[in-house]
């Protein structure tokens, strides 16, 4: 069963700096590696994602970077904002790659 | 607008009862998901339907039924067999359960108290 670790468990960043979370995965024979976004009493959306073809993807202010060798991927937030503070959930596809497998979630905080 | 919507946004049931919770989705998507949510657990997955009028077993459907009888909708009922009941619950779905490489889009959640 596909296994998802997610570190840190929260996070207290400055305005302005960068906010980095972690996550390892055990196997998959597919590679879509999602991050959502989840605001207190709402349910997540999807911030960015990353497929096979490349090893990192930038969206705006975030980055996903993708070590397959090492079964890891990470999530960066440039120029964090208060407006970032929020969970977030990595996720990478079960075995048969019909269902996606959660991390625990970071809580980030991004302190004014 | 599209979307998914579920219902109740808070619900208390008191210990014995059943309940069940509201997901419908007008987004046209094959798939449909539901996932509980506890502080610190992340988003586990309860069952899933790929298909209408067919529906798999996740992580921890003990306690937990469901059915898909019409591609829109997919209620969950949280049953007196489930010890813990207490947690938010999150519906998605997404366009093609063929590949995860799809998007999952989410409900905004129904947060369940056992009184």
């Known amino acids: 069963q596909q296994q998802v670790k997610q570190s840190p468990q929260s996070l207290i960043v400055q305005k302005g700096g960068i906010s980095i979370i972690n996550c390892a995965y055990e196997n998959t024979a597919f590679d879509y590696f999602p991050w959502y976004q989840q605001f207190p009493g709402k349910g997540p959306a999807l911030l960015i994602a990353i497929r096979p073809d490349v090893s990192e993807k930038k969206e705006g202010r975030f980055t996903i970077s993708f070590n397959k060798s090492a079964k890891q991927f990470s999530l960066h937030i440039m120029d964090s904002q208060p407006g970032d503070s929020a969970t977030y959930f990595c996720a990478a596809p079960g075995k048969y790659g019909n269902k996606l497998v959660f991390g625990a979630g970071t809580i980030l905080r991004v302190k004014s | 607008d599209g979307g998914i919507t579920q219902s109740p946004k808070y619900l208390f049931r008191k210990e014995g009862q059943n309940v069940t919770l509201s997901c419908e989705q007008n987004?046209?998507?094959?798939?449909m998901y539901w996932y509980r949510q506890d502080p610190g657990q992340g988003l586990r997955l309860i069952y899933y339907?790929?298909?209408?009028?067919?529906?798999q077993k996740g992580d921890i459907a003990e306690g937990y039924s469901v059915s898909r009888e019409k591609k829109e909708s997919f209620p969950l009922t949280v049953t007196s067999a489930q010890k813990n009941p207490t947690a938010f619950y999150l519906c998605a779905s997404s366009i093609d359960p063929r590949t995860t490489y799809n998007e999952q889009f989410f409900g905004p959640g129904t947060r369940l108290t056992v009184l």
């Open positions: 339907s790929q298909i209408v009028n067919d529906f």
């Open positions: 987004l046209n998507h094959d798939a």
